[in-house]
């Protein structure tokens, strides 16, 4: 008996909210790198650094510290976006609800938030490049989230329904 394998023995699969805060951190950081490669290469004026101006003092900001920084907490505040996807967009099949989702935070920043962040020109100033880097870089960015939340909420009910019967 001693070579039956034990439930133990197996990896537990990870949470589905563990899941979620591992999909947010790595979305925010991934696509904030896009965006800086994109600032890099002149697509957009927007560097990810804007998200440091309105709380740190110095010029560290807008140095590389700054844009490590910038990257992480854009990885945790898209933690919070990707639990609000979880909480209300999760049950939606289909990438379009991602599609959906990005241009609803592409708005709330460039028209919301936007007073919060000096670095961020008024919407009606911003180039034509800027612009559409910037919404494709959200819709995209939605498109991850989306998916991969939705992804796992249908495997989840899949495996639940396969192991009911």
């Known amino acids: 008996m001693a070579n039956v394998l034990q439930t133990d023995d197996y990896p537990k699969p990870m949470s589905f909210p563990?899941?979620?805060f591992w999909t947010g951190l790595f979305g925010g950081v991934f696509w904030g790198f896009i965006g800086f490669i994109?600032?890099?290469?002149?697509?957009t004026e927007i560097h990810p650094n804007v998200i440091l101006e309105p709380w740190a003092f110095g010029d560290w900001k807008n140095k590389w510290l700054g844009t490590i920084i910038s990257l992480i907490l854009l990885g945790i505040i898209s933690v919070i976006a990707a639990f609000v996807y979880y909480l209300f967009l999760r049950k939606f099949k289909g990438f379009w609800f991602g599609i959906g989702y990005g241009i609803i935070l592409y708005?709330?920043?460039?028209?919301?938030?936007?007073?919060?962040?000096?670095?961020?020109?008024?919407?009606?100033?911003?180039?034509?490049?800027?612009?559409?880097?910037?919404?494709?870089?959200?819709?995209?960015?939605?498109?991850?989230?989306?998916?991969?939340?939705?992804?796992?909420?249908?495997?989840?009910?899949?495996?639940?329904?396969e192991t009911s019967t």
């Not at 994109?38 to 697509?43: C, D, E, G, H, V």
């Not at 919060?116 to 910037?134: C, E, H, Q, V, Y």
């Not at 494709?136 to 989840?156: R, T």
Request: net charge negative; proline share 5%; glycine share 4%.
């Open 107 to 161: 708005l709330l920043v460039f028209f919301v938030l936007n007073p919060l962040f000096p670095g961020i020109k008024p919407f009606l100033d911003l180039s034509r490049d800027t612009i559409i880097t910037t919404i494709c870089i959200y819709i995209v960015y939605g498109i991850f989230i989306g998916y991969s939340i939705n992804y796992e909420y249908q495997n989840n009910i899949a495996q639940e329904n």
């Open 18 to 20: 563990v899941m979620v």
């Open 38 to 43: 994109a600032n890099y290469l002149s697509f």
